[in-house]
């Protein structure tokens, strides 16, 4: 035990386990926290609804949330609309009444996959125009290359070639090699 300047003892060996446990205890609090953030207290009445309940709230979008469905977010809008969801498949209404329920409410974004309409053609239309395009500029490329490599194949000219062959010739001969040595003592 160590007694501080006013008097009070501490033991640092009996405070170093108790603060590692609050720490750790603290830290498994924070982690469980988002498990516990979207637990869905009321039950729906069959097993069946819970399923088409669970799909839906996956599929659509919340309103306020950047990129995240009405499952994973705590919004407060969210928690409304799955409150609404729940009560209109107790009510026994089609997905696709609920689909233009929450549509006619909060407007296209709300559905990750947007209907095939005249508004959304762009965007059901656009990846597969740049795919498309892609593949033309690939096309494109790989012939380029292949009518570039077919003009590098065909070499040199027939003068070209001659001169080729006289140097070769000349520096294979062996009196080509000792003459120029000759001269170059010479000199």
Same mark, same amino acid.
């Not at 009321?42 to 996956?58: F, I």
């Given at each position: 035990?160590?007694?501080?300047?006013?008097?009070?003892?501490?033991?640092?060996?009996?405070?170093?386990?108790?603060?590692?446990?609050?720490?750790?205890?603290?830290?498994?609090?924070?982690?469980?926290?988002?498990?516990?953030?979207?637990?869905?207290?009321?039950?729906?009445?069959?097993?069946?609804?819970?399923?088409?309940?669970?799909?839906?709230?996956?599929?659509?979008?919340?309103?306020?949330?950047?990129?995240?469905?009405? =499952?994973?977010?705590?919004?407060?809008? +969210?928690?409304?609309?799955?409150?609404?969801?729940?009560? @209109? !498949?107790? %009510?026994?209404? /089609?997905?696709?009444?609920?689909?233009?329920?929450?549509?006619?409410?909060?407007?296209?974004?709300?559905?990750?996959?947007?209907?095939?309409?005249?508004?959304?053609?762009?965007?059901?239309?656009?990846?597969?125009?740049?795919?498309?395009?892609?593949?033309?500029?690939?096309?494109?490329?790989?012939?380029?290359?292949?009518?570039?490599? =077919?003009?590098?194949?065909?070499?040199? +000219?027939?003068?070209?070639?001659?001169?080729?062959?006289? @140097? !070769?010739? %000349?520096?294979? /001969?062996?009196?080509?090699?000792?003459?120029?040595?000759?001269?170059?003592?010479?000199?």
């Amino acid at each position: 035990m160590m007694v501080s300047k006013n008097g009070a003892c501490s033991n640092h060996i009996a405070q170093g386990p108790c603060v590692i446990f609050k720490t750790l205890l603290l830290l498994c609090i924070a982690l469980c926290l988002p498990a516990w953030a979207v637990i869905e207290v009321d039950q729906l009445s069959s097993p069946e609804l819970s399923e088409r309940y669970l799909q839906l709230v996956a599929e659509y979008r919340c309103p306020k949330c950047q990129n995240q469905n009405l =499952a994973e977010s705590n919004s407060p809008i +969210s928690v409304d609309l799955r409150t609404e969801i729940r009560r @209109l !498949l107790e %009510e026994g209404a /089609s997905d696709a009444k609920i689909s233009d329920y929450l549509v006619a409410r909060y407007g296209e974004f709300v559905l990750y996959r947007p209907r095939v309409q005249s508004s959304t053609y762009l965007l059901w239309l656009a990846p597969a125009v740049l795919l498309a395009f892609g593949l033309l500029v690939i096309v494109f490329i790989v012939r380029r290359q292949q009518r570039a490599g =077919a003009t590098e194949e065909t070499g040199l +000219s027939d003068a070209e070639q001659a001169a080729l062959q006289a @140097l !070769l010739s %000349e520096a294979e /001969s062996p009196q080509g090699n000792t003459s120029d040595s000759n001269k170059a003592e010479k000199e």
